[in-house]
Structures are given as C-alpha cells and as structure tokens.
C-alpha cells in the first residue's frame, strides 16, 4: 500500500506541475500577446499627416518605441489663412518623412499605464517650395526656390497613458523639450539685374527661422539660402493605441 501511496502522490504531483507549466505557458503567451500597442496620432491628420507609433514592453514598466511621420508634400493646411499673416505663404509647398525611436519608463502600477518619461532620438526631413516674391524697381518680382531640409534631434518626453476601453488606450504626450541640429538649403534660377540682386539679398537676410542660421547668396543667375545650424523646439500629441 504505502508504495502504491507514493506512486499515487508523485503521479499526482507530476500532473500538478505539468498543470502549473501549462498554466505559466498560457499565462506567458497572453503576455506576449499584450506587449504590442499601435498608436495613432490624432491632430496630425487635420494637418494632413499620418503619424503612427509601434510600441513594444520589454520587461517590468519599460517598453521601446518607434513613431513614423508622413506629410505628401502640398499646400500647407489652413493655407488660405495665412494671407492674413505674411503673403509669402500662400504659394509655399511642402512635405515631410520623421523617425522617431524611444524609451518609455512608466511611473505607474504597469507598462502601458499612467505618468511616463521617454527619451528619444528623431530624424526628419522636409522638402519644400516656394514662389518667393520681392520688390525690386517699384514693382514685384518672383523668384521659384526649392530644395530639403534635415534635422537631428535628440529630448525627453512627459506624458501620460490610460486605458479608456478594452484594449484601447489614450496616449497624450504632454511637453517634449527638443535639441538639435539642422542643415539645408533652398535654391532658385532667375536672371538678376544688380539692383535686383541687391534687393533680393536685402530680403532673404531678414528671413528668420527657428532651424539654425540662415544665410543667403544671390547672384545674376538665382540665390541660394542655406540653413545650418542648432535649433530647438516641444514636442506634443494626443494619439489613440489598441493593445495586442
């Protein structure tokens, strides 16, 4: 009997922990089933950009990000409402791809959860054009410039997330300070008199933009303006995310 009894109990023991294994497999496969959230950016698309983020746990309350930005080059949103603002704008085109990588530590009871700091890193390039007009022997001349932009950035994002339904989740990232730098140029072909050239140079030194510094060449056949340099600015959005 008492061999019987401890065949008995380590059969009943064996199948205990072959249950308890099956149970920690389950549990681990829902795990890994719930450590991936996609989000989207929301005011971006009124801007007629996409922005999507992929966001991953990795273990404890960190997880590891990468956003995507994508703008068709066009007219600039709300275009028609910068007349009011500076002229220049109306003819302005422009588009934009950025790649965002980051680490997320959460301050809450879990990943996914509540007030986070995210360091990140970001690349972003800009294509533009523009019709730029200047006044020049008492009347109005237009000169076409295009060209890109690059800039290199490194901040530090807070936000905060919550889960507002099952598997959906509100991600609003409140104030990200940004460092960087910046280099590129917009350049144009036009036939310029001297007084043309003159009064061209007078304008394009009065542009100021928050990418660096900015300088210009004009000669008889076009202008360059080329911006190189550090710049700075925030980084915020609302996005919605589904967990899976």
Known sequence: MKIKFTKSLSLIAAMGLLSLNSFAQKVNQADDAEKNLVKLNLPSLALKTLHVQYERAIFGKTSVGLGVRMMPKGSLPFSSSFDSIDDQLGSL??????????????????VFKGFYIA????????NASINYEFDSNNRTEMIPLSGKLNTYTAGVLFGA???IANKFYLDWSIFGPQYGISRGNLAGTKTLSA???KDLKSELDEIDLPVGNVSSTVTANGAVVDFKGPWAGIRANIGIGYRF
Do not use: H, S, V
């Open 195 to 197: 007084q043309e050239q």
């Open 119 to 126: 360091p990140f890193l970001k690349y972003a390039n800009y």
């Open 161 to 163: 997330q919550w889960e």
């Open 93 to 110: 085109e422009m588009g934009n791809f950025a790649i965002t990588p980051e680490i997320k530590f959460y301050m809450g009871k879990g």
